[in-house]
């Protein structure tokens, strides 16, 4: 009989949710430490792309999330008096990536994952600290309030600020300021018909897409000062996007001060040196955090959590391989991908959020140029992130499709 396998998961995010569901299902024993009251998600919406979604088929989710899709029609990229610079459509976006884009609200993915996770698998308001992240020949130790578990895994999946990471990498030098602020909201917006799109101005962006349950998702970014703050944020959207094309103006009617959600945005500048230590690995925005300007974020941690979740599932039925051992797999795997990712999307930000108008002005002509040669050309830009896929099937989406 296989040897039991213990994983700690240190974050209960999408990311470590995932790999606690994918660690669960390869006959793991799984504990997630979530450091806030409950699991709700501070955030708005998330974006998952044909990547994610096929590495959530992994653990027998991607169908269900596909099936929370809203977007299929037109959309594309506007400027702000509403001149469109490129259009395309899901059928497009599908053809090229081999699946949907879905936007949903990060409170649903989460609830998805956590539904698949045994009742007592997540402990809330349980504060973690890494406490020896163990080698091959002795565990790793966490101390949480009261005591310590010992694990044969410890998963940093806690985020941008990472005490794991600090742990790990003590001479890193952490996350630095992108340069921009963010507001995003989720609200009703009845009778207002529109097409999904994102528009790019000078120095500012904002973005409009349909939910699944009739809502909308909208939010905003704009060059700012770290810990710049409003009084009233919704009177701030509305001084600076307030003449913008519609349906702007009628979703900042439609919205109260209280909706909005108002973040700095911060990525590691510098990549880490590795994804692991000892028996500890590292994960999403504890790994690599990036601007959100190619909407990957979310999606790199759902691919790294099944990459990671992947060998362990074959080291368990093998047996007698010490985890530990494996990890540098994990980082080989992982680390070059998504130090690529990041960079990318530090220079999008770099793009879309220019205020140069000449530099402005070269930019919307190149993509409405691109757009009328053909959109799949505008789509490019994703090829090599949006097309991947998981390792190893066959997945447990497909498993158990054939024992039915």
Not at 175 to 185: C, I, K, L, Q
């Amino acid at each position: 009989m296989a040897e039991s396998r213990s994983a700690v998961v240190v974050g209960g995010g999408i990311g470590g949710l995932t790999a606690a569901v994918a660690l669960h299902q390869s006959g793991w024993q799984v504990t997630v430490l979530e450091r806030a009251a409950s699991l709700a998600p501070v955030g708005a919406a998330i974006s998952l792309a044909p990547n994610s979604l096929r590495a959530l088929d992994v653990i027998g989710v991607g169908d269900e999330i596909r099936d929370l899709a809203a977007w299929q029609g037109d959309g594309g990229l506007r400027t702000p008096r509403g001149r469109w610079l490129s259009r395309t459509d899901a059928d497009a976006v599908a053809a090229r990536f081999g699946g949907p884009l879905v936007l949903l609200h990060r409170a649903t993915l989460v609830a998805t994952l956590a539904a698949r996770l045994p009742r007592d698998a997540v402990r809330t308001g349980t504060p973690a600290t890494l406490a020896d992240p163990g080698d091959a020949g002795r565990p790793a130790r966490v101390s949480v309030p009261g005591g310590e578990l010992e694990a044969d895994l410890v998963v940093g999946a806690d985020g941008i600020h990472s005490a794991v990471r600090r742990s790990l990498f003590p001479d890193h030098p952490g996350p630095v300021y992108s340069g921009f602020t963010t507001w995003r909201v989720v609200i009703p917006l009845p009778g207002v018909e529109f097409a999904s799109h994102e528009t790019w101005g000078r120095g500012r962006i904002w973005g409009t897409h349909p939910l699944k349950d009739g809502r909308v998702y909208a939010y905003a970014a704009a060059l700012a000062p770290a810990g710049e703050r409003a009084p009233d944020e919704r009177a701030e959207l509305l001084r600076r996007y307030g003449d913008w094309h519609r349906p702007v103006p009628e979703i900042l009617a439609a919205i109260r001060p209280e909706d909005v959600l108002r973040h700095d945005v911060h990525h590691l500048a510098t990549p880490l040196p590795a994804l692991h230590r000892g028996r500890v690995a590292l994960l999403g925005d504890a790994a690599h955090a990036m601007p959100p300007t190619l909407g990957q974020g979310g999606n790199q941690a759902v691919e790294d959590a099944i990459v990671l979740a992947l060998p362990h599932s074959r080291l368990r039925s093998s047996g007698g391989t010490p985890i530990g051992t494996d990890l540098p797999a994990y980082t080989a795997a992982r680390l070059p991908r998504t130090t690529a990712v990041a960079r990318k999307a530090v220079r999008t930000a770099n793009l879309v959020l220019a205020t140069n108008p000449v530099v402005v002005a070269v930019r919307n002509a190149l993509i409405a140029a691109l757009s009328a040669i053909g959109p799949a050309l505008f789509l490019r830009s994703f090829d090599g992130i949006a097309d991947w896929r998981p390792p190893q099937p066959p997945y447990a989406a497909v498993e158990a499709r054939g024992s039915r």
